[in-house]
Every structure is written in structure tokens, then in C-alpha cells.
């Protein structure tokens, strides 16, 4: 029995998607929910699992086909009979030293059927044993010799399919060599946001420092505890950032508005937004209601984010919305940079890479762990005065946490 493969139902926001890549080929055998194919929008990265049992019998769009909503991309040969011949080498392959399943993301199977990698002898870091992306790509810095274990394998899977829409193509010029490689949809939305944003916004950033000894402080008395009371749950700094941001915005509306037309639409909530890096772009999931969250809730919230962001698992309405966002280049080192803003939102804050610098205090120089902090806003809408204010309300509350709990 044939049984036919569908694109998923897009949301109205997304009008198509691109098939980013068959993880199973034609006579290949599959499993019941085992995924088959990823599609890209231009927003999140969405799988397709099979209905049943079977063998894929025919593929109808190929890698980097552009797909519509609900459209036909291929078919199963439904039947236990035809997915039979694969089961006991995949379940080799699949099942560790121990009598447990082993886990595979997505991404990471990907990376591991690319590089041709043993995926029993790659150990999981993620929940219930599960294997990243991550985790593929420490076990091949650990073992170089891993990447071409196989290079008659990989050469002849090349031979199989020299036209795949996403493989780079290398042109040489005087003996120097170039990649050419198309812009995945993620990437081009991004980059058609960020234009937007700066061609369609009277954008302002305006500086300010703070100093994260008392927070760092607190943290350090705390974070052993913390982590005990609410189950595994680390204490940063990002949520205290998080309920400062919303103390803030409470007090100056401008900055959690958004433009619409001629209108300005105030929102009496803070859904706040939080900018994760992944290898296909930026994402930014929200925190929605983050002003009733506690800060071991933002903190788990946001692992599970960057956990899901990573492997391709957020769903659409977790990136959509949101009243303000927050980004943190100090994870990466940053030290000072001008964020940019996220429309229809009016204001983004910039965290950046905390730095001991020497700092005059009541006449004294002293050695102080400082943060620069950025705040881009729409001048459209946000007056300097109000800019300056919020900021400086968080450098604030953050150099005062005591003041969050008693909102003064």
C-alpha cells in the first residue's frame, strides 16, 4: 500500500518552505515516527516523520525545491515486510553497550551519517542520554581520525548525488579555490530583518556600565542552593537581567510598545524575548508573561530554549511575538556592540562580556567586575530621556537586586 508524504501544514506567517534534506533515500526502510525529511522556512526548521512501517518508494522534491503548504514531496510503501531488512542493522547500530536505547537529535544523525561515525561510540550529554549536535562534534575534535574513516563511502554517497541544491560548489580562479554555497531560507530571513530594521527605524543606542559585583556575590552565595531547590536548574545572570528588563518596562511603556501604521499599540504585559545563537542563524524564543516568572523559571526556560533552538525543535509560536528582547553577546566575548532592533518591537538590550576594570569609588580606585550595556530604541517613538532612563534603571536594579523584590 502506497501512502503519501505531505509538507506540513504551514502557519499564514510562513507562505512555503525549502526541503532541506532526506534523511532516508528511496529503498531505504523506516519506522513508524523515524524522521524522513527536514523542511526549512524562514523561521524554524520543520520535520517530517513516517505515518508507518515501510520503505520510501519514491521522492518528488528534492533537496532545495522550494514546497508549499501541505504539498505531495514523496511516497511510502507501506509494510512491516518492506522495512524488515533493515531493522537488525539499524538496531546494531542504534543500541549502545548497554541494554538502553540510544538517542540521536536530528542534527546530530545528520552530522554523524556525513561524516560516516560509529554513533555507539559517541557519548550523550543531553537528557536521558540523548547525543547533539555537540556532542558529534567534541567526539570528532577528540578523534580527527574519525572524519575519514570512511572516504571511499563518502566519495561514492557524493557519486550517488553530485547535483544536491546545498552542496557548495568550488570554482577555481588562478589556482585559489571558492564555495558557493546558497543562502539557506533561516539565513535570508534574518538578513532581510536586519535591513528592515535599519532601514525602517530611526534607531538610537545609547551606553551605559554596570557593576556585577553584587549580583556575582549573590550568585555565589546562592548558586549551590539554588540549583539544589529547583532541581538542576543553574543560576545566571540572564535572569536577573530578564526581571530587571520588566521591572523597567512597567515603568516606561514607550519601550515595550510597537509601531503599527500610524498607531502605537502599548502592551500591559512583558513578553520578552531572548537571542540564541544555532549554526543556521539567530533565533529569538519568547518569554511569554516573563514579569510572572520567577527567575529559576526564565533560567530553565531559557536552557530549554537553547537546547531545543540547537537541535531544530522549536515550534513556530515560541519565536513569534514578543514586547522586547534581550541578547548577550558576552557569551561570545563581546565587549561593546550596537544591537540591533527586532520589529515591530521599538527597543533591544545589549548584554556584553563582564571585565574587571579599575574604577574611582568614593575616591578610591578599586578593581571592579563591569558590564557594558547597550539599549537600541526606535526614536520614532522613544524620546532620548526615556532611553537613558530605562537603562539606567537596570544598571539599578541590577547593582541593587534587593530592590527588584521590593520594586522600589
Not at 256 to 285: E, F, M
Request: aromatic share 4%.
Amino acid at each position: 500500500m502506497s501512502i503519501e508524504i505531505k509538507a506540513p501544514t504551514f502557519p499564514e506567517s510562513v507562505a512555503d518552505g525549502t526541503v532541506a534534506t532526506w534523511h532516508k533515500k528511496p529503498g531505504e526502510a523506516v519506522a513508524r515516527d523515524e524522521l524522513i525529511v527536514s523542511i526549512e522556512t524562514d523561521k524554524v526548521v520543520l520535520e517530517v516523520v513516517a505515518p508507518a512501517d515501510g520503505t520510501v518508494a519514491e521522492v518528488l522534491k528534492g533537496e532545495g525545491e522550494t514546497v508549499l503548504s501541505g504539498e505531495l514531496i514523496g511516497r511510502l510503501n507501506e509494510g512491516k515486510a518492506a522495512a524488515a531488512s533493515a531493522p537488525t542493522a539499524s538496531a546494531s547500530a542504534a543500541a549502545p553497550a548497554t541494554a538502553g536505547e540510544l538517542k540521536v537529535a536530528p542534527a546530530a544523525r545528520q552530522l554523524i551519517d556525513e561524516k560516516n561515525l560509529d554513533a555507539t561510540k559517541i557519548s550523550g550529554t543531553g537528557k536521558g542520554g540523548l547525543i547533539t549536535k555537540e556532542d558529534v562534534v567534541k567526539h570528532l575534535s577528540n578523534a580527527p581520525a574519525a572524519q575519514s574513516s570512511a572516504p571511499a563511502q563518502t566519495a561514492a554517497k557524493k557519486a550517488e548525488a553530485p547535483a544536491r541544491a546545498a552542496e557548495p560548489v568550488a570554482v577555481s580562479s588562478g589556482g585559489r579555490i571558492e564555495k558557493r554555497v546558497p543562502m539557506t531560507r533561516l539565513r535570508a530571513r534574518i538578513a532581510e530583518r536586519l535591513l528592515e530594521a535599519s532601514q525602517q527605524t530611526a534607531m538610537l543606542t545609547t551606553f551605559n556600565e554596570v557593576n556585577m559585583q553584587p549580583i556575582m556575590s549573590l550568585r555565589g552565595q546562592y548558586k549551590d542552593l539554588f540549583e539544589k531547590t529547583h532541581n538542576g536548574t543553574k543560576l545566571g545572570f540572564m535572569g536577573f537581567f530578564v526581571k530587571a528588563a520588566c521591572e523597567a518596562l512597567k515603568r516606561f511603556p514607550s519601550v515595550n510598545a510597537s509601531i503599527d501604521g500610524n498607531d502605537i499599540v502599548y502592551h500591559g504585559y512583558q513578553d520578552v524575548g531572548v537571542a540564541v545563537s544555532t549554526d543556521k542563524g539567530l533565533v529569538v524564543p519568547v518569554l511569554r508573561d516573563a514579569d510572572q516568572s520567577s527567575i529559576a523559571q526564565i533560567e530553565n526556560r531559557i536552557r530549554d530554549f537553547g537546547a531545543r533552538a540547537r537541535d531544530g525543535k522549536l515550534a513556530l509560536e515560541e519565536i513569534q511575538g514578543g514586547t522586547f528582547t534581550i541578547t548577550n553577546g558576552g557569551t561570545f566575548g563581546s565587549l561593546m556592540s550596537t544591537p540591533i532592533i527586532n520589529p515591530p518591537q521599538t527597543a533591544i538590550l545589549g548584554m556584553h562580556k563582564v571585565q574587571e576594570r579599575p574604577m574611582a569609588v568614593k575616591g578610591q580606585v578599586v578593581i571592579l567586575p563591569m558590564m557594558y550595556l547597550a539599549l537600541s530604541y526606535d526614536h520614532r517613538l522613544i524620546d532620548g530621556k526615556e532611553a537613558v532612563q530605562f537603562l539606567v534603571t537596570i544598571k539599578d536594579l541590577i547593582e541593587d537586586p534587593a530592590r527588584m523584590l521590593l520594586e522600589v
